[in-house]
Each structure stands twice: as structure tokens, then as C-alpha cells.
């Protein structure tokens, strides 16, 4: 290995950073294929009913049409659910939401194919919806699928009744946090090509080219190894990109197979507002018992969850929700139980955090509470419970190492001089302080431990520049330049030369979804994999070269040197060496999430193999005439294990507390009969420089032994705390207890008039 | 491994098949990108002179016109000789062959683009120009290089005086063999696009991406690792898409690179008969010593080769000329020298066999001129002094093994019935037998074993199909199912699930060029490297899923039994298994051809790790009234060590036999003052089915222990014995010796006439 560290821990400059201010970049709007065709979904207008016919006369004669394909057309399974086997790729009988695709029509430019395809008569017969938790859950007959019941996880660990016996106080209450829409810049897009040996070339604005793969290959009844998926550049996913993709670019691919055409598909804003996924809507209910000095002695956690249509990805939130559902606190009796329900709205999905933000918005509304009830400072309480090396979690997992907790907490209390901080509770303006912490388990954890294994491939060139795949993908996250310092660091390099290439499923083995806050550590661990077989290769290629010992030969910053006599050679003679003496110059990598020792059936172990951890602070301004509140300042601590790259750390962190202030306080994702009514920026409104106030991020180092180079994920703690931060601070700066999102001025002047 | 062979040595159906033959597949002519421009040569129409200007005001007003480039818009070296730096990617001032590139147009359409190149006014200062072998090795002054030796190579083994001296008969000759145009069916293309983060792709119908990669890389300063070169499917190559494509491809990514446009240049025939490379025409002087009995005692030969304009591929052509100059036969006192001398012909290159057919046809009919000299049949003389197990080359290669000439040639005079072949010397026509045997060195051989490794990439998928990529190429040849079945053989399972990918430079290392008939013993071999790191980590997942013991696990046909119990387990349970266990289903193989014990100063010792071999015999029919030969039929026998696929070989010897015939026979071409007379097919006259008989194909299966299943190449031992078995068969029925081709009728009337 490479002595020192020399590139982890740089500001180095991202990758992509030119090609995507200039406009360079080309994304898949901007991407034409030689005969090409456009196509557009057609689909449901209401939220539940029969499909009892398609009517494609008014159509068929328009002299840009050129095909529509129903259920009928698909050649393998009509399925295309990501974890359960409950959604059509296009809907033949049974209708569930509005934007129920029941087919896809195909013209010859992307207008007519999206002004044809609303034209397309549509006949359903509708049945009464459902929309709420409440209702599906209450539901007795006419379920939307089998069960309303969409899936469920639990924890249950402890002594709960004895337990809440010998507390001192039992503290109730209830949450409820809304739909959230990923409004990634770019809206879902694909190109789908028919190869000359019937196989399937797919180039898609996508996060899990693999998942498409496998969609593709189950609905056209392909093999994998005739399917080849390709990201391009994509603007923007936050989730939305990791099951949506499976279904457009498998119905684009079926229009190309059959008409062997090009077929590109980009949803307009408003179309892929209405259908695709969403940040599940969560009640919860929380009962707490802790004794008169504010230990948590048991916790009763209630989640509910708005699953939408289908379940695609419910079953991850309602994992990952149970898991951390009391934050990262030491509580040895707990139960937790989870519940996904289906409903009419569109299906509720992958989102930022995977169920995260919103039992944080939970479990940290809760310790508010908790600390208000005990009179208590809420940084006290969060102190007193909170876990260290050695301790365990709500899930029983005994930590080792790397819990950088209290450190955040106790940085970001430092940052903003917490013990200072004023408030003013009088006049118009009250100023409110909030603090949140929470933890978030890397990774897949046990429920998705048989796929969380990733690949790299690094392959040197003669010329001393090296290129490198990974299976996972850049969304905007800053990906391509971390695997960049990743490898130049295994490898001893100058990072400039190293290119970093696009995703593509040909180039490394199926390395799982890039979620989760995975790539830095699943890449990163299979980039050192890959160096670790090229390095002896690399050595003894320079021992033999410089006619030295293999042990004197040091490789730092692309030179190599024999530290005997310090005679260097440049790192470019050494790649034209190894080449000259025929030496394997490509190199996979692969690095799997160690096993987990987890129970399923009572949720107690290791549920993931470790935790970020992070602490919001947030001192707000809360107008008492107008009800806005004005978020001042955000302090932002976050234990990201090591820091690869602090300046793109930041921009997470900040990107990720945006959208976090965004769901607390400006989004408001409104549903009308199934119907969004909030299908554009004019009407749902993201957060703005305006809206933002000042962000300090914070960076803890506590190593994690498995990260690579100790990191960790940050791409969703960044906005997991957020809310509930903003949240505390606006019931701090009221006296009251908020209990949802997003926090409306109506709202406000509701609690401010209690 | 898998237990047995099952699918090496079976007739499957090519893979490109059905694409070729529907028309389905997408030569690079079809294939357009979008935003793309067209770019034409613009070359020299002297043979020899000095660049004074060139003036492009005539076309720049055309509505078409979009730019034109010249050498002092190349960024990076202005040098793109493949193994010598002899010539410049762009003529800035010396003209050395008409063609000779001084520029590149870029037009809106590619009829434009050729039409506008030859309107540009390029001003050049003639000099006396020089065409033949003669006046270039007796040139004093003015070289077209530095010197006009443009490479040599040579043997020097054992004691030529001394064996001279105890000869019985000292016999001399001279032959000459003329230029051969490749006459693939697609011509020169190529598409050069900029990548968003300059760097360059190029789709290529191309012989050897990794040559462009360097190419492209050394003339643009662009590193390796921003260049991706990708062969489209290629119609035809020869070895006349090694060297030019990296021209081509460079010239277009220039042109790319400067207007940041995607650039296709695909030549015009005439044009791309006038600039590409041809095979070497020699001159060759052969004096042998012989005892009475017809045992070779000592050579001396001389090989003279006309290099063209440039020495591209000369060196490897003069290499292999030297190291095969005397044929498989034992001849322990021998001097050859084998030099390339410039010209101001268009380059003379690679061209299926490198400079083997030429010194075939030397030693083969000096082989019947001692025979006719001596009065002995033909093959009694080739057998008496034929290479065998245990005895060595004319470099002095101990062979150990796999050495199948003799029954080549035995199976061939059996086929035939030598014995009792009839002559017919009387009459109009008549008829005569030719047999010709060779040898040919697998792989690049000692001057080239620095290149000599290949590597290939084992893809499984989890519903158990598989992806190959291989670094070489197909071209026509039937790579792809030979790779498809090596691939199959290596892992057991049914070729049907196989997938094998185009060839791109980023798949797998650097491979080297598809040339020296390498891809069934590079590939092949890389393949198994692969199946064999792949095949424990098969075995031991399924011996964890079967409950058993690895030793019990066999995987054969696509199946996986434990032979304990004869339980079963399909293979794609198997890979699904894998997948689902977190296993890499990734692995790359590599191989490189042994180390070589050869002295490059004397030419002795191992010039090639193996050799295959074959005997052609021909028997032709002679009309002395119109000079015309026809080829009755042709016996050709093959040792190919093992074959893989017994109809790709066949239709691999058929296609060479026939290229071998045309060079013989038909293939006249003609230059004059450096331009090309025979620039198409009513002039340039390739063999039709008329023309070419009946041809036996053999299969000879000597398996050569370093060669995947015992393999060798066929790809080039396929045309080299060819000409001299018609040469000899007419000198039998004229009762002359041929001493040159084509055999045109003037050559047999004026033969005749004698």
C-alpha cells in the first residue's frame, strides 16, 4: 500500500463541475439517436377502478403516430414491482392510482407523442379510492390488492411492561409528517435500442442501471447478458430514480424491441409529478417512559406508513424506520412496530433517507417533548441517553467503534454557543432554538445484506493515466470525484490521472443500488480491493525495473521510488513497463458488507454494519402576524468516519439541510381525488436562497474500521435531522409542540393563537 | 474444470449470421449520430515531392464547407507510424506516395465532404520519384528516409561455406511476388466523437482498437485513459485495418476534437485503394545445396521487399519472411536476409500472412525446382527434409510437440492420390499437380513478444447467462463463436447462454492487435485463465447450496450435479446462488505467450512459441491457346492443433485458398507513376466462383500443449501455400518454372511459347 494519505482529505475540484455549468453536459434531453421514435405514457385519470377498454381510434390517423402498446404487447411478465411481485409494468385489469400506466404510445416527435397520448380514450370503471393511512388500514373488504397491508417490520426487545411500570413518567404523542416530491431538475428519461442481436441497449437518467436490467430482462424475456443499461449524466434523483427508471425504461425498451427502433421517453414535469414515487407519509405514535433524571427506560413506537399504490420500496422504509425509530439513544426495552398501507395515491417510494427524516421528525419531536415535560435542556437529554462505544442500540447492536454521536452534538453545541443561545419569546418575532440527532445505518443492512456487494475495475494504461469503472453512479452527489481521490490515494497516484467512467452495467458485476448512502463505502472498499491485487503487481514490477528489493520500493504520488538509494521513476515508466513485460493491466475489485448476526423475527442485532451520525441545530425566527418562519441559521455536525472530500461533504450537507428545510416548511404536496394538484414550481414550493438562511457544516472524523479509509455515508444524514430541528426550534420559539410538516403559515398562526 | 468436451469441435451456427445475412447488422456506412459532420482526405496526387501550400479558397464559399485541417492543427506529435516514427499523421512537407494525406476536410454531408476534398489545390514541388526494390537499394542519395532500408531481419545458423562445399548440387533461383490489394468488402470508416470531458470516442471498422487508442492519444496529446475505441462490426479487414485505421480514426478525432462535433470519414473506394496499405511486393534469391539424395544442406536466401511510402507493418513482414524463409523443413546451415526497402509506392503493410505467402511461394517452388533438378517427385523431396517431433527450424526452434506438417501433407496426397495422379502434357490443355507445404509461427513471435497478451472478461449474470468481452476482434473470421464456444467449453454450459460482446477498449486490458492469426490461442487461452479463477468460486457455492462436498461437484452442460447422490441443480440456480451470496460474478483472464529463448542478432532459437502448419495441393487445368489456368481443385490440409469449430475452419481455409488463388491468378495490380490503375473491380479482379474450383478442406489435429484445447491459429496459414501449389502445378503442366505471379495468360503463352 501507499504510505500516506495524500488525496483523502482534499478539496479537490469535481470532475463534473465544468461540463455541467458550462452546459456541456449532455443530458438525455439533449441526446438524439438516429431514427428515433418518442413516446409517452398513457394512463389512468382516476385513482382506482377496472380497466375496461383502450381507444386509440382518435389517433390513429394523426400522421405523427406510429404505435400504442398495451399489456398485451409484453412478451415476458407483465411485473415490475422492485421487492414484492404487486405491479404490472402496465396495468390490463385492476387500476390503483392516477397515473397508472396502461400503456405507451409512440410518435414521431416527443410533442405529439405527449399530445397524442392524452387523447387516447381511456375506459375505466371506477370503485371508491382510498387515500389515507386511516382508511386502508380500517378498510375490511375491496382491498387494493390482496391485503391493504402493504409489508411491516418490528423490533422487539426488552421488558416493555415492567420496564414502563418502573418509569417515572410516560410521555405520549403523536406525529405525522406529508408526501414529499423529489423534484429532481431532470424529470425521468430514457433511450432504449434494439441491438442487431435482439438484445437491449438502454441509456437512462437512472440510479440502479442494474435494477433496470433485471426489470428489462423479466418483462421482455431477455437474458441479462443481452441487456445493457448506461447512466447518463443525470440531474438530479434523491431516490426518485431507483424503481421509477425500471418501469420507463422497460416500456420504452418493449415499444423499441417491437417496432426495432430508438425509442426515447422523457416524462413531462407535470406527467412525472403525477406518477411517480414519493417520501411515504408517516403517522406515529410514540409512548415513552423515562425516570425523573430523563433516562429512556421504554419506547412503544407506533409508524404508520402511506405506501401508495404499489409497494416498490416500502418495505425498505419500513425497515429502516423501525430500525432507528428512537435515534441513537441507549433503550433497552422498545417495541417497535412498522406498517406500510396501500392506498390510491401514487406509489410512495425511495426518497432521501429511506423513511429516515421521518422517524427522526419522530424520535427528536419526541425527546423535545420529553425534555419539556422533565423541564429538562433538551441537549441535556439527548446527552444522558446517548450512545457511545460500548453501548447498544434500540436494536440490541453493541457498538465497537466509529459512534461519533455525542461528538456532533457536542460540536454543533459548541458551534452555536447552545449554552448562550438566546431566546425571545416576546413581540412579533420569537426566536426559537432546536436541536436534532440522529443515526443512520449504512448500507443495505441485514433485510438487504444478499445484495449490498459492489464492484470497481481499475485499469492502468501504458501511459500512466488509469481509468476506472464503479457499478454505482453519480446523481449529482459529488460520486465521480470521490472514486477519483479513492483510487488515486489506493493507488499511490496524482489524481489527474485517473478518469473516472460512466456507469455501465457491462463493466462491473451487478454492484446492487446506489442508495442508501452506499458509494462511498462500497465503492470505496472495491476500489481497494482492485489496488490491493495491482499493487504487488505494481511493486514487483518496479523491483524488477529498478533492480531493487520489493520492499524498497515506495509508490507516493505518482512517483516510485526505491527509499534505499531514492532513485525515482516516474509512475508513467512503470505502467509502460508492466505493459512491455506483459502484465495483466486490468484489475477487478468487489467488497460485500461483512455478515450481519440479525434477527428477523424480533428485529434485534446488527441491523446494518454501522451508523452515520449527525446533529442538526437550528435557531429560527418565527413571524407571529404572518406565521412564516425564517429559518436564521443551521448548524450541521455530521460524523462522516473520514472526510474523502470536505468540500463536496459540505455540499451535501448543505444540499441535504435544503431539502430537509424545504419538506419542514415550504413544500406543501397537495392531492386532490388522487389528482396532484402541486405539479409544478409555481404551486409546490422549493425552498429558495431566500428560504435557506445560513448553514455551517460541521465535520467529525470518528473512523469506521470497514470504511474505506475509515468513511462513511453522508448523501441522506444530510437531511434526516433537519426537519425535526426546525420543528423543535419553531415549539421552542412558541412554548407548543409542533407535531407536523410542512410547518404553514396557517399553522403557526394557529399555534401562536392557542 | 469441467469433466469433458462438448462443445469445442461442433458445428455451431455462427453468431453474426443471421444479422450479415439479413442485412440487420449495422456496418458503419448506416450507422449516423447526431450533430455529425463528414470529413475526406485530402492527399498528394505526386508520388515524390516537397509541400509548397495548399489553398482552400476554392471551396470555402460552398454552402457545405465547414473546415478544413492541416498538420499545424495537430495538438499532440504529428507521428502515427505503428512501429518505426517514420510518418507523420498529417504531410507538412515531404510527399512520399500519391495519397499521401496533407490534410482532412470536414463538410455538412459526405458527398460533399469527397467532393470538395479534391477541389482543394494542393501545391506540391515534384522530385524524381523511386517505385522498385532495385532503385531504392541502389539509390546513393536523396532517400525517402533517412535511408531507404526501411527494416531488415535476418538468420545466420550453422556453416554455409562448409555445407555448400559438401553439397552435391548447388541450385539458385529467383522469384518475385507482386503487390495484393485486401479488398474488403467496407472500406476505411470511422465515427470520432469528443466526450463532454474531452476525452474521445471512436467506432471504428477496425483490426486493432488498442492501436487507435495510442494513436489518437500520442497525435491529440489525450491521455489512454479519455480515449475509448469500440469496433463496429467490420466487413472485411486482412490485416488493411491494422495500421490505416490509426490514420483514419485520428484524423477524424482531430477534426472532432477541434469542432467538438461527432466526425464520420468513410473512404471512397477508389480512395481507399489509392491510400491504404498492400501487401509487400519481394524479389527473392534462393541458392540451396542439396545432397543426391535430396537432403537439404545449406541456404542462402535473400528477401527483398518493397515497403511503400512508409514502413508501418514492414518490420514485422521482413521478420516473419526470415524466420519462415526456408519452410518446415530441417536445414541446419542457412543465412537469410530479409530486407524492406522504401518506396514511393502507397505503404505495403499487413496482409494476411505477413510476408508468409510471399516466402512460401519461394521456398515451395525452389522446393520443386531442386525436386525437378534432382528428378524426384515433389513430396518425396518435402518428406525427406519435413520437421518433425524432436528436430528444429531453420532459427534452430527445438519443437517438442504438435508438429503436424508431415500428416498434412500425407492426408493431402492421400485426398488426392498422389500417387496416382494423372498428367496430362499433351493437347491443348494440360493439366499439372502442385503441392506446397509451410509452416506458420503462431502469435507475434519473439520481435513482438513484448505485445503478446490478450485478455477476455467473464461476465455471469444471476439468471444465468453469461457475457464475454475479449480484446480482439471479429472481422469475418467467426471469432465471436469460437469465442462464444471456448467460452462455453471453459465454464460447461451450453453455448446458447453466452453473449459475447463487441470489442471495446475499455472492457479488457490492452490485447494487443487481431492479427498473426492470435485470436483462438490469445483469447482462448485468456478465457480459461478466466474460467479457471471462476470455476472454484462455482464450485464452492455450489457444494454450500448442495450440502455436500466440493470434490462432488460437477458442472457439465449447463448442469450442476453432485455425483455422490446424482442430485441436480440448474446453472442458473447456481448463479442466482451467487448473486444472492454476495459473491463476484466478474473475473478478467489474461494470457501471454511463454518467454522465447531467440537471438534477434543471429535470428536463432524460438521465433514463435508454436507453428501451425498445412499442405496445399493443386491440381490445374492449362489452355495453352488463351493462356488461361484454371484451378480444378485444391486439397488443403491444416494442422490446426485442435479445431474448435470444424465448419468456421473449413470456411477459413476456403476464403484464404481463395484469396491465395486471386493473388496467383487474377489479382493484377497495377500502378503508374504512384497512381493506382487498379482502384476497382473491373480492373482489379478478384477470383469468382468460376474461378476457383473445388476446394478439400483437412483438418489435421496435432494438439500443441500451450494452446486452449490444443488449438492454433488458421486465420493466415489459410491462403499462404496457395499460390505456390498453382505455380507448381502449372510449372508441372508446362514442364517451366513459374517464377512469378499473377500467372497471367500473357506469362503462360510466353511460357508456353518456349
Known amino acids: 500500500m501507499s504510505k500516506s494519505t495524500q488525496v483523502i482529505g482534499t478539496r479537490l475540484k469535481r470532475i463534473d463541475a465544468r461540463g455541467k455549468t458550462t452546459g456541456e453536459t449532455k443530458f438525455l434531453t439533449d441526446i438524439k439517436v438516429d431514427n428515433m421514435l418518442h413516446a409517452a405514457p398513457v394512463f389512468s385519470h382516476v385513482a382506482s377502478g377496472h380497466l375496461l377498454g383502450i381507444d386509440t381510434s382518435v389517433v390513429e390517423n394523426d400522421p405523427n403516430f406510429v404505435a400504442f402498446f398495451s399489456a398485451k404487447d409484453i412478451p415476458g411478465e407483465n411485473q415490475v414491482g422492485v421487492i414484492f411481485e404487486d405491479q404490472p409494468l402496465i396495468v390490463h385489469d385492476v387500476v390503483r392510482y392516477v397515473g397508472d400506466s396502461v400503456g405507451i404510445l409512440v410518435a414521431k416527435t416527443a410533442e405529439s407523442a405527449q399530445r397524442l ?76 435500442q434494439v441491438t442487431s442481436e435482439g438484445g437491449i441497449d438502454i441509456l437512462g437518467s437512472i440510479q440502479c442501471p442494474f435494477y433496470v436490467q433485471k426489470a428489462v430482462s423479466k418483462a421482455l424475456a431477455i437474458p441479462f447478458s443481452k441487456i445493457r443499461v448506461e447512466q447518463a449524466p443525470t440531474g438530479g434523483a434523491f431516490g426518485g430514480k431507483e424503481d421509477i427508471p425500471s418501469e420507463t425504461c422497460t416500456r420504452a425498451a418493449l415499444a423499441a424491441l417491437i417496432l426495432k427502433r430508438p425509442i426515447k421517453m422523457v416524462y413531462e414535469r407535470t406527467t412525472d409529478v403525477q406518477l411517480t414515487s414519493k417520501r411515504h407519509p408517516f403517522q406515529m405514535h410514540y409512548k415513552v417512559g423515562v425516570s425523573n433524571s430523563g433516562k429512556l427506560l421504554a419506547a412503544e413506537i407506533l409508524l404508520e406508513e402511506n405506501a401508495g399504490a404499489y409497494a416498490t420500496l416500502s418495505s425498505v422504509v419500513s425497515y429502516r424506520s423501525a430500525m432507528q425509530a428512537m435515534g441513537p439513544y441507549v433503550i433497552d426495552n422498545i417495541s417497535v412496530e412498522s406498517k406500510s398501507y396501500y392506498t390510491n395515491l401514487p406509489p410512495t417510494g425511495a426518497f432521501r433517507g429511506f423513511g429516515s427524516p421521518q422517524a427522526a421528525f419522530g424520535h427528536e419531536r419526541m425527546m423535545d417533548v420529553i425534555a419539556a415535560k422533565l423541564e429538562m435542556d433538551p441537549l441535556e437529554l439527548r446527552l444522558q441517553n446517548i450512545l457511545k462505544v460500548d453501548s447498544s442500540t434500540l436494536t440490541g447492536h453493541h457498538l465497537k467503534s466509529s459512534v461519533g454521536a455525542e461528538e456532533t452534538l457536542l460540536t454543533a453545541a459548541s458551534a452555536c454557543d447552545w449554552e448562550h443561545r438566546e431566546s425571545n419569546r416576546d413581540g412579533r418575532w420569537k426566536t426559537g432554538w432546536g436541536v436534532s440527532l440522529i443515526h443512520y445505518g449504512n448500507c443495505l443492512g441485514a433485510a438487504g445484506w444478499f445484495m449490498d456487494g459492489s464492484g470497481a475495475k481499475i485499469k492502468l494504461h501504458r501511459d500512466g493515466s488509469i481509468s476506472v469503472a464503479f457499478g454505482l453512479i453519480e446523481m449529482g452527489q459529488g460520486a465521480l470525484t470521490i472514486v477519483q481521490q479513492m483510487t488515486a490515494e489506493a493507488l499511490g497516484v496524482e489524481p489527474s490521472r485517473i478518469t473516472v467512467l460512466p456507469t455501465d452495467t457491462e463493466q462491473v458485476p451487478d454492484s446492487g443500488p446506489a442508495v442508501a448512502s452506499r458509494n462511498v463505502v462500497m465503492t470505496g472498499n472495491a476500489i481497494r480491493d482492485a489496488a490491493n491485487k495491482l499493487l504487488p503487481i505494481l511493486r514487483e514490477a518496479a523491483a524488477e525495473l529498478m533492480q531493487c528489493d520489493l520492499k524498497e520500493i515506495v509508490i507516493e504520488n505518482g512517483v516510485v521510488s526505491n527509499v534505499r538509494n531514492n532513485e525515482t521513476l516516474g509512475f508513467s515508466e512503470l505502467t509502460n513497463y508492466l505493459y512491455l513485460s506483459n502484465r495483466p493491466m486490468d484489475v477487478l475489485g468487489w467488497w460485500h458488507v461483512p455478515e450481519l448476526n440479525y434477527d428477523p423475527a424480533l428485529g434485534i442485532g446488527e441491523a446494518y454494519f454501522t451508523y452515520s451520525y449527525a446533529t442538526h441545530i437550528a435557531r429560527v425566527k418565527v413571524d407571529t402576524l404572518t406565521g412564516v418562519v425564517k429559518v436564521d441559521k443551521i448548524w450541521a455536525s455530521h460524523d462522516v468516519g473520514r472526510a474523502i472530500n470536505p468540500a463536496g461533504l459540505e455540499a451535501q450537507i448543505e444540499g441535504g439541510t435544503v431539502q430537509g428545510i424545504g419538506w419542514a416548511l415550504t413544500e406543501d404536496f397537495r392531492v386532490e381525488d388522487g389528482k396532484v394538484l402541486t405539479d409544478n414550481l409555481t404551486t409546490y414550493l422549493l425552498p429558495t436562497a431566500m428560504d435557506v438562511g445560513e448553514i455551517e457544516s460541521i465535520l467529525v472524523e470518528d473512523p469506521e474500521s470497514e470504511g ?41 398562526l394557529e399555534m401562536a393563537g392557542d
Chains 1, 2 share one sequence.
Open 117 to 192: 397520448s392524452k387523447l387516447v380514450m381511456v375506459n375505466i370503471e371506477p370503485s371508491p379510492p382510498i387515500f389515507t393511512i386511516n382508511d386502508s388500514r380500517d378498510c375490511v373488504d375491496n382491498f387494493i390488492h390482496e391485503t391493504n397491508l402493504a409489508c411491516e417490520h418490528q423490533v422487539k426487545r426488552g421488558d416493555l411492561d415492567n420496564a414502563f411500570k418502573g418509569a417515572d413518567h410516560i410521555i405520549e404523542a403523536r406525529f405525522e409528517t406529508p408526501l414529499q416530491e423529489h423534484y429532481y431538475l431532470e424529470p425521468q428519461a430514457c433511450i432504449a
Open 708 to 748: 474505506p479509509w475509515g468513511a462513511k455515508g453522508i448523501g441522506e444524514p444530510a437531511i434526516i435531522p433537519t426537519a425535526a430541528a426546525i420543528a423543535n426550534a419553531v415549539s421552542n420559539a412558541l412554548g407548543t409542540s409542533i407535531t407536523h410538516i410542512p410547518i404553514k403559515p396557517e399553522y403557526i
